[in-house]
Every structure is written in structure tokens, then in C-alpha cells.
């Protein structure tokens, strides 16, 4: 849960995705920078991303997960894997990210894994196409994961009842 009034906050779990150094030269010599590109996540269905810039890496890291709590999303789960098939786009990345039996684990690679699991997602199948970019694959995953919907969110959008979604009752004209 995020932290509202009066509750307490839950444990967030921070990790560095990315860390770039940046040289810009002037006269006097060589300025260094870093950008850093943070996942936070409660793994219970909150995530966000971040970007921080500054001179040295702890700092750049600090602003990063402040702008990452701040931008956070909830997404819709289905125990511990997602509700069906989805895919996120971004830049010339795409993502495409598949639900999973219990126990199946999370078959994903780099950036997409550790989204997971800031995510709390234990079973899913995910596949990174296109660029590589890390930072592009992980707004290509929470592209994907922002387009997730729970059965009573879209029973709702529908003016219906989650059990007459799942009799497939299409409100026919009689």
C-alpha cells in the first residue's frame, strides 16, 4: 500500500536498472556526470520507474527512487502472475508479457525481470523484441503492465456484474 494520512508505510523495494556516466568537456578538462533509471515497487501490485541526474552516483540513485515512489502505478494482478497476455510498445522496443502456471517462475531477462519482481509477480512468461535499450524496455514493461485490467474494473467499464462477464451473458435483446 502507498502511504496516505495517517497509515504506514509499506517496505518498497528500490533497484538500479540503470547507471550512466556522462562526460561533458570544456575547457578546464572533462565534467562527469551519472543518470540513473530506478524501479520501485511494494510487490503487491505497485510500481513506478525514475529517472535522476546529478554529479555523483548516490545522489543521482536518491533522485531516481523519489521521482519512482512518486510516479507510481497500481496494476492489476491475478495471484501471482497477470490476468492474460499483454503488450507494451516503446520507441522501437516492444515487450510481450504472458501469464503463467504457480510455479513456473519469472522467465524474463535484464530489465523486465527485476520489474517483476519489485511487482510481486512470481509466474510469467515475458519476451523483450526490438531495441535492447534498457531504459526503453522498461517503459516498453510498464507500458504492458498499465494496460492490465482486474474482471471487476472491466465489469464496470461495462455496466455489468463480474459473474455475468464469466457466463459470457452479452446482454442480448429479447
Known sequence: MIKKNNETETNFVDKPIVIN????????????AFSALVVSGD???????GLGKSREVSSAIAKATARARKNMIEVSLRGT??????I????SSKVILR??????GV???GAVRVIMDA???KDVL????GSSNKQNVVKATLNALAQLRSASKIAAMRGKSVESLVRGDHGTIK
Open 21 to 32: 556516466r556522462v562526460t561533458k568537456v570544456t575547457k578546464g578538462g572533462k565534467r562527469f
Open 43 to 49: 510487490r503487491q501490485g505497485h510500481i513506478g520507474i
Open 81 to 86: 502472475t497477470l490476468p492474460y497476455p499483454v
Open 88 to 91: 507494451g510498445r516503446h520507441g
Open 99 to 104: 501469464s503463467a502456471y504457480k510455479g513456473t
Open 107 to 109: 522467465i524474463a531477462g
Open 119 to 121: 511487482l510481486g509477480v
Open 126 to 129: 515475458a519476451k523483450s523484441l
